[in-house]
């Protein structure tokens, strides 16, 4: 097995004894990036000399037996909306194609912190607004199992990375489902914390009610050591909660007393593909196997969860976008009259036709007259979404079903039917309208050998127990350890 396979557990057990050099695995997995990276599109800058000199710095203190992060050496890849000092980092957009930032987000500076190598910037739909990654200004990304399909969206540049092994580690966001339908489609482990358990510092803001920055690795104990690494308190965040932080990895094998599984009825309804819904329902026989309690459970107000979503998030983004207007920091328009004319010829160039379609919905649902009949309703019926958890959660530690009603879909199948492209996101938009934790891990493969991910859902603050249930599935099953043929 190459290195650039290995897990990241694997990985820091060789470094710490010794038998490779951060430099060494850092050249590695720029060696993929260079064979690999020209098909699959998972990364949008790469700068080979500031990675090294991350690496040579690490390899430094270890000769010196200074103290280490956690992460020492590890190449962690970051998604394209999270700054990054002196880097590009530009949403996948072009209102932002010569954007660096003067600072670092929060979670860069704990990867820092932790001694991990930043690997790079990967492509993502523009402004995390896809289900796809086809919205990227720069092209999609493609999915490593078959690279005809899309990844995912939007954090498909990220579970690219990872799933063809250019990286042992990626940060993604998920706004309603970005980090664990990605995961899903390219057969790797996905965790969306908590609303509030890790800072948005630093994250270009799409939907900031709605959004999270989560780990994306080849299996679950990487995942919490990621994940351990970026949680935590953040005053610059008023959003972020001040709660410690569990040493996830540590408990990861514990096992449980007594576990009840919830099965919400609506995630296995009509809609979902029977590949997808076999394998689910195989695992939830893996879980019976060990000692879990199987409970049906019905979540009403869901299938109220798109719409709300598209209200709420759309909302948001028009919100926040309002700042991309050409006058003080990303594109501007060299043909205008006036500051009018600027502001929209700007914003015409600069944004891409799924942001455009995403602002005027928002915008709409603001105006006079109409922020009543949908905004605030959608806010209401939010609050139902997470009373129905609350019920479920009551009586289930977990709740499980699809990550994804489908396996990944080719390239162009729905660019030109947008309802058909949210549905992607039916089973996972819930989780961020009630702010809980969600994980998905394979969980088997299609006739045609495209991967199918399983999603884990638990109450906020919630991700250590979340984390043990799904490393319970992983430890029996082996689709974790299954890589995609490599081509060059």
């Not at 594109?331 to 004319?341: A, F, K, P, V």
């Not at 502001?343 to 600069?350: D, F, L, V």
Request: proline residues 6%; aromatic residues 6%; charged residues 20%.
């Amino acid at each position: 097995m190459s290195r650039t396979q290995l897990t990241a557990s694997q990985l820091l057990d060789q470094l710490h004894r010794g038998e490779v050099t951060a430099e060494a695995v850092a050249d590695d997995f720029l060696r993929a990036i260079g064979d690999r990276n020209t098909l699959l599109q998972a990364f949008l800058h790469v700068d080979e000399d500031d990675i090294l000199q991350q690496a040579r710095q690490v390899d430094t203190r270890r000769r010196r037996s200074e103290p280490l992060g956690p992460l020492a050496g590890l190449p962690v890849a970051i998604k394209d909306v999270i700054c990054t000092k002196g880097q590009p980092t530009t949403a996948g957009s072009k209102i932002l194609a010569n954007f660096r930032p003067p600072y670092d987000a929060h979670v860069v500076e704990r990867l820092r912190a932790a001694d991990a190598i930043l690997l790079g910037k990967t492509n993502c739909d523009e402004f995390a607004m896809g289900s796809s990654n086809e919205n990227s200004a720069y092209g999609p990304a493609r999915n490593p199992w078959d690279p005809s399909r899309i990844p995912g969206g939007s954090s498909g540049g990220s579970a690219v990375a990872v799933a063809a092994c250019l990286a042992p580690l990626a940060l993604g966001t998920d706004t309603g489902g970005s980090v664990r339908q990605p995961a899903a489609l390219c057969g790797i482990v996905g965790l969306k914390p908590s609303y509030g358990r890790v800072s948005r510092y630093g994250v270009l803001a799409y939907g900031s009610s709605l959004d999270q920055v989560g780990p994306m690795s080849h299996d679950v104990r990487d995942c919490a050591l990621l994940l351990e690494a970026i949680a935590g308190h953040d005053p610059r965040d008023a959003t972020c909660v001040d709660h410690p932080v569990p040493r996830y990895a540590q408990r990861l094998d514990e096992p449980f007393a007594s576990l009840t599984i919830g099965l919400p009825r609506e995630f296995f309804a009509e809609g979902l593909s029977s590949e997808v819904e076999q394998a689910v329902r195989a695992a939830v026989e893996v879980y019976r196997g060990h000692g879990a309690t199987i409970r049906e459970v019905s979540l009403p107000h869901s299938k109220y969860a798109l719409a709300t979503y598209y209200l709420v998030a759309t909302a948001e983004a028009s919100s926040n976008l309002a700042r991309y207007d050409g006058a003080h920091f990303g594109h501007r328009s060299t043909d205008h009259r006036g500051l009018i004319d600027m502001y929209c010829k700007s914003r015409g160039q600069g944004f891409g036709a799924e942001v455009k379609r995403r602002v005027m919905l928002g915008t709409y649902a603001l105006s006079s007259g109409y922020r009543d009949a949908y905004y605030l309703k959608a806010l209401k019926v939010r609050r139902l979404i997470r009373d129905d958890f609350d019920r479920a959660f009551a009586e289930c530690d977990v709740l499980l079903g699809p990550t994804s009603p489908t396996v990944a879909f080719s390239l162009g199948e729905r660019v030109s039917d947008p309802l058909a492209m949210y549905l992607a996101d039916i089973y996972t938009i819930s989780g961020n309208l009630a702010g809980l934790c969600g994980i998905s891990i394979p969980c088997g493969f299609s006739a045609s050998g495209l991967p199918i991910g399983l999603q884990l859902l638990a109450a906020p603050l919630e991700e250590e127990k979340l984390l043990r249930v799904a490393r319970l599935y992983e430890r029996a099953t082996d689709w974790h350890l299954r890589r995609p043929s490599l081509p060059s």
